[in-house]
């Protein structure tokens, strides 16, 4: 080996050791594997090994990368590895010359838990001797319970709140350029722009969420990484709970600094104007209920559906429409039966059912239930463990099954905060609807969803029962 590498040892002093410090990384909390060689420095934890990788032939190739437990893991890094060596050997051979090229990798371990780690990998390449050396970071995350990688919008809530990280950093960088020019401005929002590119180069540590920023992205001054730590307590509000473990989630409740999520931001936005929900019972309706979407649609207004279990099991690509088409979906139960009269074992399947349905067809948990004709106890309630949506105006569409008589009913009884009651499985609520959301918009009401009415006012609550969300 010590033959092999001679001529190398030669280049260590630029490259060798330029990646042992940025390797370099010590846990006193987790055992630390020293590096199997003496040319690059790679730091990993208990539980995962170094493996090593080298060829002195056309190019000079060294490699540490990481082995886990879980074999499919392991197969996706060697995978990224071989990539990464063909595109550089590539690279190369495009240049054309006798010189050997070089390629450089260290690694880092860092550890949220014991389901989610993360490797930076630490590259140093140079095509040629005649070439300036490239540094690269990279960056793998992964759910070792699951054997995924996780990208930075597995974290988040949602896809928006990208945008309240993406703000948060934009207004704390721009805070510390004094003066910005409008040329640094420009740079720091296009580097910033919350597109998952400009975010993936990221490790979960510890207590933090730490990005890599490339050279130039947000400073135009900086041939170097930039690197921002955000502490996951000051995140609560926009990661899912998996990554606010242990005693991260009592630190993001007691938080000072909360970054807010993009449901906040919304309801701040919303908290003044005038806002009503429509609700539609009984669906989905192979006839019925596509035609209302595409209403909802042309008319850009979210509403919401509280499905039956048994309808849902029939029909699931129209529930999936709903969904994927931003409206809120809630459970109605499984058969539509007066939850009061039947036995606490009969109330609990007919809501578990339809959750879990509910749950298998879009991998969400149903966002509020409506409880038959509205019959429920504080027991019933509390089974349920969702918010209990009633309304405040009933339509009275089943009963009329006019489309006059539906909307000259809601125009009357409508006012700012109204959860309105119809059902998605009759023509005439369908037409009803269309000219209500017609009368009421131009009245300066803006729709919303149960859930963005109720946080726009208020807080929502499991078990809670809400009629109406008003000033």
Same mark, same amino acid.
């Given at each position: ?90 690279? /190369?051979?495009?240049?054309? $010359?006798?010189? *050997?090229? !070089?390629?450089? @990798? #260290?690694?880092? &371990?860092? +550890? ?51 945008? /309240?990280?993406?703000?948060? $950093?934009?207004? *704390?960088? !721009?805070?510390? @350029? #004094?003066?910005? &020019?409008? +040329? ?288």
């Amino acid at each position: 080996m010590k033959k092999k590498w001679l001529g190398l040892g030669l280049l260590l002093p630029v490259f060798g050791i330029i990646i042992g410090v940025l390797s370099e990384r010590v846990d006193k909390k987790e055992s630390k594997a020293p590096s199997v060689n003496t040319y690059i420095k790679s730091v990993t934890l208990k539980d995962f090994s170094i493996e090593v990788m080298s060829e002195n032939n056309e190019n000079q190739i060294l490699v540490n990368y990481p082995k886990t437990k879980s074999k499919k893991i392991n197969q996706r890094l060697e995978s990224f590895l071989r990539d990464e060596l063909s595109s550089f050997k590539k690279a /190369s051979l495009e240049n054309n $010359l006798r010189e *050997k090229g !070089s390629f450089f @990798q #260290s690694f880092e &371990t860092y +550890k949220l838990s014991s389901d989610i780690v993360s490797f930076k990998f630490n590259v140093l390449r140079k095509n040629s001797p005649l070439l300036q050396t490239e540094s690269q970071v990279i960056t793998k995350t992964y759910d070792l319970k699951e054997e995924k990688e996780l990208q930075i919008l597995d974290l988040l809530n949602e896809k928006e709140d990208l945008q /309240s990280i993406s703000k948060y $950093l934009y207004d *704390k960088f !721009s805070k510390e @350029q #004094s003066p910005p &020019t409008q +040329k640094a401005k420009a740079a720091l929002q296009n580097g910033l722009k919350p597109v998952e590119k400009n975010f993936n180069t990221f490790v979960l540590d510890n207590d933090s969420l730490v990005f890599y920023f490339a050279p130039h992205q947000i400073n135009m001054d900086t041939k170097a990484y930039t690197q921002v730590s955000l502490p996951l307590r000051e995140l609560g509000e926009v990661v899912t709970p998996q990554i606010l473990v242990g005693h991260l989630k009592e630190e993001a409740e007691k938080s000072k600094v909360k970054i807010p999520s993009a449901q906040q931001v919304r309801n701040k936005q919303l908290a003044n104007k005038k806002l009503l929900a429509l609700t539609f019972d009984d669906g989905p309706d192979p006839q019925t209920t596509p035609r209302l979407l595409s209403i909802l649609k042309k008319e850009n207004v979210p509403a919401t559906f509280f499905v039956l279990g048994n309808r849902l099991a029939l029909y699931p690509e129209i529930v999936k429409q709903e969904h994927a088409l931003g409206h809120q979906v809630g459970s109605h139960t499984f058969n539509h039966l007066n939850l009061p009269q039947l036995p606490m074992k009969d109330v609990q399947e007919e809501i578990k059912n339809t959750a879990d349905l509910v749950q298998k067809t879009l991998g969400i948990t149903p966002q509020g239930l409506r409880p038959p004709y509205g019959a429920t106890t504080p027991q019933i309630n509390e089974q349920a463990q969702t918010p209990i949506i009633q309304w405040s105006v009933d339509s009275l569409d089943w009963k009329s099954k006019n489309a006059d008589q539906i909307e000259q009913v809601v125009m009357n009884e409508v006012y700012d905060g109204s959860i309105i009651l119809m059902h998605d499985i009759y023509n005439s609520s369908v037409d009803g609807a269309a000219r209500v959301i017609k009368k009421l918009k131009s009245q300066g009401y803006t729709f919303v969803t149960v859930n963005q009415l109720i946080e726009a006012r208020g807080k929502l609550k499991n078990s809670q029962v809400y009629f109406n969300a008003t000033r």
